[in-house]
């Protein structure tokens, strides 16, 4: 198989487009709109990580035609397609939610075709293990890092993990400490605090004159001779 790209994503939209126009009706294929959350949706897609949904919409002959897709259940499992997603997700997740709503509007000319980047489109594969639980369980940067390694070989890898494993990342990173840094274990307790000041010493000024120049001088201050 051959390297995927943009432009055969890019291609592959403008057949979809000629195809409906091809309908002889009015054709209008309305900006797509990106959600982290199904609450606040943006044209222009410019966070961390990927959306998390995508909204397409079209009109024929002025008749509103919409769909709204899932990142997660929508990201192709065959590896080149996938990386080409993670690295472009407003393009090429974009495409693939006009594409869903052309084929709804103009099944007719368009019918149900599917694309190689729609092959095999699923959720992840469910997993005995408890992803969550597991990321919550790491306790070191490289225990996080190492499990997000294993996660993307099980595809166990979603968009809410990965804002998890990032947050749960830089806790750790945090927390990390040396036993030379400021912050001591107390008794093995598992308390951190840092070590206390010495307090400074108390004055001297009750006890006697040191030497004897000191005491004649205090003598004459006095009016006494030392």
Known sequence: MNTPTIDDVAQTLAEYERLAIGTGVTVQILPTLFSAD????????DGDTPPAYAHARVLRDGVLTE????????????????ALWLAKPTKLFGAYADRSVLRRAFRDAIGDRRE?????????????????????????????????AQMKRARAVTVAREVALQEHLLEVATLAWEPES???NVAGSGVRRAPQTPAPAAPRDHLPPANRAARRANARKKGRKG
């Open 38 to 45: 199904f609450e606040t949706w943006r044209p222009v897609w």
């Open 67 to 82: 769909r709204y897709v899932v990142w997660a259940e929508s990201l192709p499992a065959e590896d080149s397609w996938r």
């Open 116 to 148: 190689p980047d729609e092959q095999n489109a699923q959720p992840p594969a469910s997993d005995a293990r408890d992803w969550d639980a597991e990321i919550l369980a790491t306790n070191t940067p490289d225990a996080v890092n190492a499990l997000h």
């Open 182 to 184: 400021v912050e001591q």
